[in-house]
Every structure is written in C-alpha cells, then in structure tokens.
C-alpha cells in the first residue's frame, strides 16, 4: 500500500481546501524535522550519553534532564531560520524567544513542550513533544513581538499536534481540519500517513487518572472515580479498566486510537490548585486534537479552547476525551 507523505497532505491541505497558509505548511514541515531529529536522539539513549538531569530547575522548579535541553535547543535552531515565525514559547524557557534579526520574521508564533513526561526518559517509557501554532496578533502589526502577544485562547491555533516517540515514532496533527497520523519511515526519513481521519470513540470504559492524588481530589473526581471503580454493580453499569502512563503525550495517544478518559485534574494540594498541567503548550493543543477528533476537553467548569490565558506558563486542570464520560464528569462539576 502506498502511503501519502506529510508534504504531499500538507500541499492537498494548502492547494485544495485552504485549511493550511503556505507559511504555516512550512512551519510544520520544520517542526516535524525538528522531531525526526530528537527522535533519533532520544533513542541513543544511554550510547548518547544522553540520560539522566542536569542539575538544574526550569522556570517551573522542576529539575531539567539532559534531554529536555538537548531537545528544546533542537527545536529552537531548527525553527529560527525558516522566516514564519516572529516568537517561540517553550516549557523549558522562562519567557519567549523572538527571531533574532538575522533572519526573516513571519507571522506565526510557536509553542512547545520539547520533550513530554520527560520522568518517563530513563526508564525508556513513551514520551513526546507537544507543540501549538498561533498568530501574531493584528495589533502586535510593525513592532517587537511581547509575551502578551501569546497570551490567546486555543480556540485561535491554526495547527497543533504532537511526536511519539515510542515503539513506533508517529506525527499527529491537527490544522482544524481533522486528526491525521503520521508513522515515520526510519530507513526513508519520511513522515507516512498511517492514520487517516482518527476518531475518538463517543464510548469508553478505561480511564487514566493518576490515583494516589486521590486523597487530593476535589468531590466530583472522587465521585466519579468511586462510580468507575464500582464496575457493572455500581451506577454507570460497566467495569471499567485503568491505564496511567505518565505521559500526556501517550495517555493522549492511546485515547485517540481507542477512546477512554485522561484526568490531570485541580486537586486540594497547594501545587495543585491550578491544575499540574501548563494551558498554552500542553492543555491547549490537546484539546485542539481531541475536539477535531470528535472527543471532549474541559477544565470541569468550561471548555479548555475558550480559556483566556493570563500568563505563559498558566496550569489548568484536564478533562479530556471520549465525549460520554466527560461529559458525564463536567456534569458532575456543575452539580457540584
Ligand atoms: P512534564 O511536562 O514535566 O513532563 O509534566 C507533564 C507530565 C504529563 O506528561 C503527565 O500526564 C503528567 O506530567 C504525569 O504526572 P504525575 O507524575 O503526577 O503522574
Ligand atoms: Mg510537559
């Protein structure tokens, strides 16, 4: 069988239905060199010398490994040059980094969680990079780009999508017109569309929460978790089964290819008041790809895609997936 490659997809996208720019069809191509290369360094993995931290804290206080350097800087070179960007935002960067002046700038702006559930790197688990294309914004027209000019809610992405860097190294992505699932050809170096069309099934019986936050939950979370773990005697009448990677990036994968439920929701602990998970780089983007695959993202008191972001590195909590249990989950927010 003959497989359409990321290009020839882009290039229908951009030629036929108008759904991609030709400045954002060459954004992706970029970003999604940027993943064959951090793919092919993540799997070195100890020949590299690559495992392992750093020593040092990102602006979140969490300890940096080695590879969450190493890949954010893959993608900061690969995606300088290019001419349609004006900024980039990262996970591992405090505030933005704008195109230096000895290139060309455009009229996008990037953002990215170089390398997802990054914990998961020395015990060679799935992990990913997550990124999220926005515009520049109207009045930000003829003057330096600042951090406010990120600050818009995902309902405005023009493209999303994620690398997976496991058994198999995929591409999904979104430019609103869909899900679509690139594997990549290790021995041809192409992205080949393997998954046309992914749609998350409205049903499902398996959730992914991490469970010993239980303590920590707020009532609705507990509620419904009690009901789950109840099975086919309790009130939603079907055993249910648990999955934790501990990487969005897989959770997510695993979700879009045969539904279920992922839960990083608000808890009682003082970190967890927000939420653990950042809006612009991992919550947003997410949602992008779960809603064009027919699924559900809330926070528990509203979509995801319509938060307004008061800051670049702003958490939320997470409700993402087949469309029944979610709702079912919000439901329980509202009657909360
Ligand atoms: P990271 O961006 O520092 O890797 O953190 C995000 C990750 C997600 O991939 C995953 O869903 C979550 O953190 C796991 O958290 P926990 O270790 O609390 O289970
Ligand atoms: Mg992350």
């Given at each position: 069988?003959?497989?359409k490659?990321?290009t020839?997809?882009?290039?229908e996208?951009?030629r036929?239905?108008?759904?991609?720019s030709?400045?954002?069809?060459?954004?992706?191509?970029?970003?999604?060199?940027a993943?064959?290369?951090?793919s092919?360094?993540?799997?070195?993995?100890?020949?590299?010398?690559?495992?392992?931290?750093?020593?040092?804290?990102n602006?979140?206080?969490?300890?940096?490994?080695?590879?969450?350097?190493?890949?954010?800087?893959?993608?900061?070179?690969?995606?300088?040059?290019?001419?349609?960007?004006?900024?980039?935002?990262?996970?591992?960067?405090?505030?933005i980094h704008?195109i230096?002046?000895?290139?060309?700038?455009?009229?996008n702006?990037?953002?990215?969680?170089?390398?997802?559930?990054?914990?998961?790197?020395?015990?060679?688990?799935?992990i990913?990079?997550?990124?999220?294309?926005?515009?520049?914004?109207?009045?930000?027209?003829?003057?330096?780009?600042?951090?406010?000019?990120?600050?818009?809610p995902?309902?405005?992405?023009?493209?999303?999508?994620?690398?997976?860097?496991?058994?198999?190294?995929?591409?999904?992505l979104?430019?609103?017109?869909?899900?679509?699932?690139?594997?990549?050809?290790?021995?041809?170096?192409?992205?080949?569309?393997?998954h046309?069309?992914?749609?998350?099934?409205?049903?499902t019986?398996?959730?992914a929460?991490?469970m010993?936050?239980?303590?920590?939950?707020?009532?609705?979370?507990?509620?419904y978790?009690?009901e789950?773990?109840?099975?086919e005697?309790?009130?939603?009448?079907?055993?249910?089964?648990?999955?934790?990677?501990?990487s969005?990036?897989?959770?997510?994968?695993?979700?879009?290819?045969?539904g279920?439920?992922?839960?990083?929701?608000?808890?009682?602990?003082?970190?967890?008041?927000?939420?653990?998970?950042?809006?612009?780089?991992?919550?947003?983007?997410?949602?992008?790809?779960?809603?064009?695959?027919?699924?559900?993202?809330?926070d528990?008191?509203?979509?995801?895609?319509?938060i307004?972001?008061?800051?670049?590195?702003?958490?939320t909590?997470?409700i993402?997936?087949?469309?029944?249990?979610?709702?079912?989950?919000?439901?329980?927010?509202?009657?909360?």
């Open positions: 069988m003959k497989h490659t990321l020839q997809y882009l290039v996208q951009q036929q239905h108008q759904s991609v030709a400045d954002v069809r060459l954004l992706i191509e970029t970003v999604s060199r993943c064959k290369a951090i092919t360094t993540v799997s070195k993995g100890a020949l590299g010398g690559v495992l392992g931290s750093l020593g040092t804290e602006v979140q206080g969490e300890i940096q490994k080695k590879l969450d350097v190493l890949t954010n800087e893959i993608l900061l070179e690969a995606n300088e040059w290019g001419g349609s960007l004006a900024a980039m935002a990262s996970e591992e960067m405090e505030t704008r230096p002046n000895d290139y060309p700038k455009g009229q702006l990037l953002l990215f969680d170089p390398l997802d559930g990054s914990s998961n790197v020395d015990v060679n688990v799935s990913g990079t997550i990124f999220s294309v926005l515009q520049v914004p109207a009045e930000a027209a003829g003057r330096e780009i600042t951090e406010a000019d990120f600050l818009q995902g309902t405005r992405q023009v493209a999303a999508g994620y690398a997976i860097y496991g058994p198999q190294t995929m591409l999904v979104t430019v609103g017109a869909g899900v679509m699932g690139f594997t990549l050809d290790h021995e041809m170096g192409s992205w080949l569309m393997t046309e069309n992914i749609r998350v099934p409205e049903q019986a398996e959730f929460i991490n010993s936050n239980m303590r920590h939950w707020e009532a609705p979370v507990r509620r978790i009690e789950c773990l109840q099975g005697a309790g009130p939603l009448e079907k055993n249910y089964n648990m999955r934790w990677i501990a969005m990036v897989a959770d997510v994968h695993r979700i879009l290819t045969r279920g439920i992922f839960m990083y929701p608000r808890d009682a602990r003082p970190t967890g008041q927000k939420g653990k998970l950042r809006l612009m780089y991992e919550a947003n983007p997410m949602s992008f790809l779960i809603e064009q695959a027919g699924g559900r993202a809330t528990g008191h509203g979509r995801i895609l319509d307004q972001p008061q800051a670049l590195h702003e958490r909590g997470v993402l997936g087949s469309k029944e249990e979610v709702d079912r989950l919000h439901s329980y927010h509202q009657d909360a």
